[in-house]
């Protein structure tokens, strides 16, 4: 069982940034891929980075690459999403996920989800 907390989230303006971090109760932490995904108002979730268990792999949607970096620090419990250059379409409650396989794209291969954190961009 792992439960995750999203912290981090706010308001800026276009082009500023924010990190976001969710931090993981449990020992076996490191042992799970995490996933960072977003949902904007009326829209479905959908999927933004995530990160191996040992941190040597990360995958992030094509929105947000060379904007956005994912890492881990395993020796906190914790996964983080740095995000740059931040858009007003960037706007969005931003979750956390973890799962035990390979980072992926899907949010049906995550089972544990926290509560989210509020991102938003001001033009």
């Known amino acids: 069982q792992v439960q995750l907390a999203e912290s981090g989230g706010g308001l800026v303006q276009a082009g500023g940034s924010l990190r976001l971090s969710c931090a993981a109760s449990g020992r076996t932490f490191s042992s799970y891929a995490m996933g960072w995904f977003r949902q904007a108002p009326g829209k479905e979730r959908e999927f933004v980075a995530a990160i191996s268990w040992s941190g040597g792999t990360t995958i992030y949607a094509d929105s947000v690459k060379g904007r956005f970096t994912i890492s881990r620090d395993n020796a906190k419990n914790t996964v983080y999403l740095q995000m740059n250059s931040l858009k007003p379409e960037d706007t969005a409650v931003y979750y956390c996920?973890?799962?035990?396989?390979?980072?992926?794209?899907?949010?049906?291969?995550?089972?544990?989800w926290g509560q989210g954190t509020q991102v938003t961009v001001s033009s």
């Open positions: 996920a973890a799962q035990r396989g390979r980072p992926d794209y899907t949010t049906t291969m995550y089972d544990y």
